[in-house]
Each structure stands twice: as structure tokens, then as C-alpha cells.
């Protein structure tokens, strides 16, 4: 078929995208495997669709640039600061244990140790398009596996750099170099324009973006936003590129920057749509250049070195994993995430056979390898998700019917672990009958064994709700150990049975705030209550009079609760809640100064005589 017609190109491009994606996202196999399958289809080596993927996959790239832009806007420096030790040490730790490894085993297969050096260090870097893709799809970024993957990842981009510098002196053939004084000179002017670049980067980004683009804001024109944010993002990794740096890692220190920029919000959504698309554009022609024809000429090789480089790397991220303290998820899920070769091998392996490092028909290989590599990736996720995961989780749901519910009583309970226990307790005591449901088999038949009476059962489920008198009781208790669990019991309560008051368990302090502006009725956090009860005992053993620690306690829970209350209903930016956070922290200061004189009004009310604070 011919090709060099763009719009049809375009045409081809958006119609595998909008035909694969959303029926791989129906079988569950998500975007960026219906993206792969859609460019094999359409490749040159399939139907044909699409020629060579050279040029195309070039200009595709500029998805990874615009992804690590957007990474970066969402990591403040701060944040960033805090995550150097992952990022140095596991990421480093990564990048030379991958590198060694994968070259004993290409020089175990008869390559001289400079070639199989290159290669290791090309094939140690893993996809960050598909991993990050991948995990945010899923929402598993905020897991201790997300974070440590992004660690590993952010550091591969920043080691291209050295790669580049080394490549070129693993050449097997290239002539003798004479190092003399201007050479040496050459190499400090290019370190100063390479720290000149990264300093106008951080500066610009600092101290001049928010002038500009308030300026250009108050023009009212959205498509204007979107040019100046495109603007920034080609510029940074223009510079980047003229100066031989990696324009994503450009891009990425340009967003940490703007992290805290008044247009964070703004940048994002402007930007966000060329991201997906690029990225798609990239996926689709990694797909595409997949040369099938090498493949079937020597199936048992492409097929051994691409299992032994998954293998290999699995291997090496399971020990730092293990190294780390990951629980087995997070471990395996770290480990076959990053298990693939990346979109950087593509520019290595070409810049390696320009230096005279790699021959042509090796790279030709290789490429397939990590094309391969890529394309199994959202397959083994899925297969990790599906099978291996679960194998691990610490609480199995048991696959058996729920229980049939012959009690009508004014108050429910879900959740029977240690503070459901005191909630229901506490109300058999006081002679209040509850029924009371859990999902945890084994926990129900403890329970029982002691005569308490508890139902098995999903307490998402509104039919079972229903059957559990529901329609007719008065209130309802969320005391479920899961944020997303409770959060989903509370969505369903409210739609199916609006007359029931909330009481609900928060298990931290951001959970206390979503089901606020759920607007649970009463919320109480699992730790806040039992902390300030114990600081009123370590003030007594201090010398405090009870009665005065005992006050003091509540006072500041009270505040406490308050402030949970404002971060609710709270809709400002983030200085002005910092600002409104350090003033209720003085309030609360000054409170407890105050109340450090208090006195009864009668002295009946306390249980000791008031007096000063020891």
C-alpha cells in the first residue's frame, strides 16, 4: 500500500485507536495494550496499513516529554527532596545491578565485554510511558510499588545522560583520540552552558512563568493558555536537545518548578490532552515497528532473549523489593512492572550504531527484543493483578452466600474488628439490640464463639441491607477498616435508604475529610479519641490534676475536630489553607494557655480540686 499521505496516515492512526482501545478497556486489558495491538495490526508487517515508524516514532516521543512534564507538576520540591534516598539508592542500585547482570549474560553469548557493556546499560532502563501509564490507569501511583517505581524510573531518565557520554568510548573501531587543551576547555564550556541551561530552566520557572501567563490569562482566550503551555513544554525540551540532555528530564525538573505555580491546574488540563494522544501515538508505533519477518525468521531466539531479559530484570527488582521491606504485592507488583526494556533503548541503540558501538544487524535484534519486552508488559500486569496478587491478600473474602438476616433491630453495625467490637459492646451493654455484619469468615466464627451474634455478608450490598431491616432502622455504623470500602457503603446508604443517620469510623485524618463532605452525620477517628485519652494520662503521671488533663484533652480534640471540619468545606488554594492551618494551630495555643487557670464555676462539677497546673 502506498503511504506519505498524511491525513490518511492520521486517519489510519485515529481509527486502530478509537476501534482497539475501548474494546481492549471492555475485556480489562486496558489503553496502552489496545494501543500496541493496534499499531501490530496496521504495521507494515501485518496489513500494512502504516509504513516504516522511524519518523513517526521520533515525533510520538514528545508524549514521554509531555507525561514527565505533568509528573512533574504534581511533585512539589519538597516532596521531591523527600523521595531522594528511593530515587538515588534504588534507582541507582536498579540501573548498575540490571547493567552487570545483563552484561555477564551477553558476554556469556560471545559478545566482547565493550558491546555487551552497551547493551546492558541500554536494555537496564524500563518503559516509564507504559509503566506510569500503566499504574495510573489502575490507581496504584499513591502505593508504596507506584512510588518506588517512580523513583527507579525518574533516576533512569537522569542516567541517559551518562549513557551518552559513555557509549561513544565502548566503540570497538573508532579512531584514536588525542585529548589536548582545547578539547579540555570544549568539555568545561559545554558543562557551563549545560548548568547556564538548568539554571534559566528553574529560574524562568520560579520567578517569571506566573507574571507571564497571568498576563496572558487576563487575555480570556483558552485556546492562547494552551499555545503558551505547549510554548514552554517544546521550548524546555528544545534546549534540552540542543545541549544533549534529555528533553523529558527537562520537562520534568521544568514542571517540578511550576509545581507550585498559581496555573498548576491550568497547565495540567491544557496539556493533558496532547499528552494521551502523543502517548498513543508512541504505543501505536512501537506496535507497528515490531518486524515481525525477523521474528518468524528466528522465533526461538527473539523469543529466548526476550524471556531472559524480563527474567533477568524480575530477578534483580524482586531483591531490591524484598531489600526495601515491600510486602509481596507492592514486591511483585514493582517487579513486573519495570521488567521491560524502554522507549530510551530506541535513541541509544541508534546513537550506539552511529558511535560504531553496536553492529546494525545486533541492534535490528535487540529492538525486537525490547519491542517484545514492551508489549508483553500490560499482560503480565494484568496477570499480576488477576492471579498473583490476590494469592497474597491478607484478608480473603470467602466465597460462600450471605448470610440469611432474621433480626429488625434500630441500629446496624458493618464491620466487627477491634473498634466495631467496642462500638457493639458498648450498645449490648446499654441493652441497644444491633444487628451486625462482616465479610471476614474467620473473624465472624471467633466472635460467635464468645455469643455474639454476627451475620456474614458484603456490607456494599443494599440487598442485604434491606434484609437486614434497613428500611426500618434508625441508624447505621460504618465501622469498616478500608477507606474505599467505607466510602462505598456510605455512597450506597445515602442513595438506597436516605432516612438512616451515618455513624462512621475514619481511618485517618483524609478519610475523616471525605466522609465530611459526604456529609456523614457523626465521625470518629480511629486513633484521634484513644491519643488524646492517653496524653490526659501522661499529663496526670506528670504531676496534672485529672481534672484539668482530662479537659485539656477534649479541648484539643475539640479544636482538632474543628479544623477537619474547615479542610472539609474548604475550596481556596493551598497558601491560604496553610495560612488559615497556622491560625487555628495559634488559637488552639492560646486556648490552652488560657485554659491552664481555669476554675469551676461550682466545685461540684470536678472530680479534684482545681488549682494551678504543677
Given amino acids: 500500500m502506498e503511504h506519505g499521505n498524511l491525513l490518511f496516515d492520521a486517519f489510519i492512526y485515529l481509527c486502530a485507536a478509537v476501534i482497539s482501545v475501548p474494546i481492549a478497556k471492555r475485556l480489562g486489558l486496558g489503553s496502552v495494550l489496545g494501543y500496541l495491538v493496534a499499531g501490530v495490526l496496521i504495521g507494515p508487517f501485518v496489513l500494512g496499513f502504516v509504513g516504516d515508524q522511524t519518523n513517526v516514532m521520533h515525533f510520538a516521543e514528545f508524549g514521554v516529554v509531555m507525561m514527565l512534564f505533568l509528573v512533574g507538576l504534581e511533585l512539589k520540591p519538597s516532596l521531591l527532596w523527600k523521595m531522594r534516598g528511593p530515587i538515588v539508592g534504588t534507582g541507582g542500585l536498579q540501573v548498575l545491578l540490571s547493567t552487570a547482570v545483563i552484561t555477564l549474560i551477553a558476554m556469556y553469548l560471545g559478545l566482547i565485554w565493550q558491546q555487551a557493556l552497551a547493551i546492558g546499560m541500554v536494555l ?22 507506584g512510588q518506588s517505581a517512580f523513583a527507579v524510573l525518574l533516576f533512569q531518565d537522569i542516567a541517559v545522560i551518562p549513557m551518552l557520554a559513555i557509549l561513544p568510548l565502548l566503540a570497538v573501531t573508532s579512531p584514536e583520540l588525542t585529548v589536548n587543551a582545547d578539547a579540555s576547555q570544549a568539555g568545561w564550556v559545554k558543562g557551563l552552558i549545560v548548568a547556564g541551561v538548568i539554571a534559566a530552566i528553574i529560574f524562568g520557572g ?53 509545581a507550585e505555580s498559581d496555573f498548576r491546574h491550568e497547565l495540567e488540563s491544557n496539556i493533558e490532552p496532547f499528552k494521551g494522544l502523543l502517548l498513543g501515538l508512541f504505543f501505536i508505533s512501537v506496535g507497528a515497528g515490531i518486524n515481525f519477518e525477523l521474528l518468524l525468521a528466528d522465533p526461538l531466539v527473539v523469543i529466548g532473549l526476550t524471556v531472559a531479559l524480563i527474567i533477568g530484570k524480575f530477578l534483580v527488582l524482586f531483591l531490591l523489593a524484598k531489600s526495601n521491606k515491600l510486602a509481596k504485592p507492592d514486591a511483585w507488583l514493582f517487579s513486573v512492572a519495570l521488567a521491560q526494556a524502554g522507549e530510551f533503548a530506541f535513541v541509544l541503540f541508534a546513537f550506539a550504531s552511529t558511535s560504531g558501538v553496536l553492529p ?24 499480576n493483578e488477576k492471579y498473583i496478587s490476590p494469592r497474597f491478600a491478607t484478608h480473603k473474602k470467602e466465597q460462600r452466600p450471605a448470610d440469611v438476616i432474621d433480626e429488625d433491630n434500630p441500629i446496624i453495625v458493618i464491620g466487627f474488628g477491634r473498634f466495631g467490637q467496642s462500638v457493639g459492646r458498648l450498645l449490648l451493654a446499654n441493652n441497644v439490640k444491633a444487628t451486625v455484619l462482616d465479610h471476614d469468615a474467620s473473624q465472624i466464627e471467633m466472635v460467635r464463639k464468645f455469643g455474639f451474634k454476627v451475620y456474614f455478608g458484603e456490607g456494599e450490598s443494599a440487598e442485604l441491607l434491606h434484609s437486614a431491616g434497613a428500611d426500618t432502622a434508625q441508624a447505621i455504623v460504618v465501622a469498616v477498616d478500608n477507606v474505599d470500602s467505607s466510602l462505598n457503603i456510605v455512597h450506597m446508604v445515602q442513595k438506597h435508604f ?34 488524646a485519652e492517653l496524653g490526659a494520662k501522661a499529663l496526670v503521671a506528670l504531676g496534672w490534676q485529672s481534672n484539668i488533663a482530662y479537659r485539656t484533652s477534649r479541648l484539643f480534640k475539640k479544636h482538632d475536630d474543628q479544623s477537619v471540619l474547615e479542610l472539609a468545606a474548604f475550596n481556596g488554594d493551598e497558601h491560604e489553607y496553610i495560612s488559615k492551618t497556622n491560625e487555628a494551630r495559634r488559637l488552639l495555643e492560646e486556648t490552652l494557655k488560657q485554659d491552664g487557670t481555669w476554675q469551676h464555676d461550682a466545685d461540684e462539677h470536678a472530680w479534684e480540686k482545681p488549682g494551678k497546673l504543677k
Fill in 360 to 383: 546494525t544487524g545486533l541492534i535490528g535484534l535487540l529492538t525486537l527484543v525490547v519491542a517484545s519486552s514492551m508489549l508483553l508488559t500490560p499482560l503480565m500486569l494484568i496477570v
Fill in 124 to 145: 537496564a532502563l524500563s518503559s516509564t510511558a507504559i509503566v506510569l501509564q500503566s499504574l495510573q490507569e489502575k490507581g496504584l501511583m499513591k502505593t508504596s510499588a
Fill in 206 to 258: 520560579k520567578y517569571l512563568m506566573n507574571p507571564i501567563f497571568g498576563f496572558i490569562a487576563k487575555s480570556k482566550l483558552r485556546e492562547i493558555f494552551t499555545a503558551s503551555a505547549l510554548l514552554l513544554v517544546i521550548g524546555v525540551a528544545l534546549a534540552m536537545q540542543a545541549i544533549g540532555l534529555s528533553p523529558a528530564l527537562g520537562t520534568f525538573i521544568a514542571g517540578v518548578v511550576l
Fill in 498 to 531: 436516605p432516612h438512616l443517620k451515618i455513624l462512621a469510623r475514619a481511618i485517618n485524618r483524609l478519610h475523616a475529610v471525605e466522609l465530611h463532605r459526604l456529609g456523614v452525620n457523626e465521625i470518629e477517628r480511629e486513633t484521634m479519641a484513644s491519643g
